[in-house]
């Protein structure tokens, strides 16, 4: 069964991105702090072509998303930071380079229609009938593997004003950025049963089967 | 030493009330939820008066929290839900009837002057200068134990925005309730330790230490 979840990590105070965002500056004022958790990690260090890391419980848990992920959704603004049309784009082949870390189907959820981009085994769809169709293609796309919804905080909510989402895989870095983008702003109430805790200094990893 | 901590339950978006608190549900639609993981533990059980209820590292973490703390600072509307002068308050001795259960000095911020008030053990003094010459009542108050800033919201922000936090201790209830009171809208940027994590289905138990 193809499970859909979020993967993505927050301030304590719920922010995935500080304030003021920009091409330089994607994540926004303080954001990196929410992913240095990750850098040091072996399992988030080799898919992306970086030697060494720490491994344990935190690397593990990185591991086994990665395995379990068979497509993986997001935003256009997460995958180029861009917002019109693909030509204006200055980062119209993402952020990741020759070599995108996902190797597996990505499906980017924008307004701005564009043909497939595939660049070493990683396959880049662009979704224009919205973030419900972005989740149906992939789940087609995962081979009965998992589908990760990755971001940004819109792509997020969306899934779950709708539904989609059956687990929200959250980590919770040891910082308070006070502005920037929340995650959770206006959703519906909603209970959640926790599945999972890894604890570790750099961040609170938390997994929830979303309650229908 | 005597650390000042706050000591308070959070939805999974920020949330410490649902929306619409009133006098005969002050915390809100759905509020009530965030604090479910308490009422079923031996450690919070025993001074409410309740009999029975589970131990283990939960009440435990209760437990040590409560026999750490020498003394409370909380708003006067988590005191008695009212905002105006005091006669014409209909819940003028809090909301824990005649015994209530924190048996060490607690410190009521509040706009309206007032003599102390005893109960069973427990003195409430109303400090009208402030929260934080309400942390140093609380503070000279507590014999080297610990200052507890149980809340509201507002309370906990301005002691963190003074800088008076040594530490955040916070009970993520697994929940969202889409709106409400946030507990931490507009904190000034900052980084936080993680000091202890207790994982249970019923609340994520973080403790932060705040970094100066």
Redesign the interface.
């Known amino acids: 069964m193809t499970r859909v979840f979020t993967d993505i990590s927050i301030s304590?105070?719920?922010f995935v991105a500080?304030p003021d965002p920009s091409l330089e500056d994607p994540l926004g004022?303080?954001g990196m702090?929410l992913h240095e958790w990750a850098f040091r990690l072996e399992a988030w260090r080799r898919p992306h072509g970086i030697e060494g890391g720490e491994t344990g419980p935190e690397s593990d848990l990185v591991e086994r998303t990665l395995a379990a992920t068979g497509a993986v959704v997001m935003g256009r603004r997460m995958f180029s930071g861009g917002s019109g049309g693909w030509d204006d784009d200055p980062n119209a082949n993402g952020w990741w380079g020759d070599e995108p870390p996902f190797r597996v189907p990505v499906f980017v959820v924008t307004h701005h229609a564009r043909e497939p981009l595939e660049l070493q085994g990683t396959t880049f769809a662009f979704v224009t009938e919205g973030v419900e169709a972005a989740v149906e293609r992939a789940r087609a796309a995962a081979g009965g593997r998992d589908v990760s919804v990755a971001g940004g905080a819109s792509v997020v909510r969306g899934c779950l004003g709708l539904g989609l989402l059956d687990e929200?895989q959250?980590h919770?870095a040891?910082?308070?950025?006070?502005?920037g983008t929340p995650?959770?702003?206006?959703?519906?109430?909603?209970?959640?049963?926790?599945l999972e805790?890894v604890?570790?200094?750099?961040a609170?990893h938390?997994r929830?089967r979303v309650v229908r």
Chains 1, 2 share one sequence.
């Open positions: 304590l105070d719920g500080g004022v303080g702090q929200l959250v919770v040891p910082v308070l950025l006070g502005a995650l959770f702003a206006g959703v519906e109430p909603g209970r959640l049963e926790l805790t604890a570790a200094p750099e609170t938390v929830y």
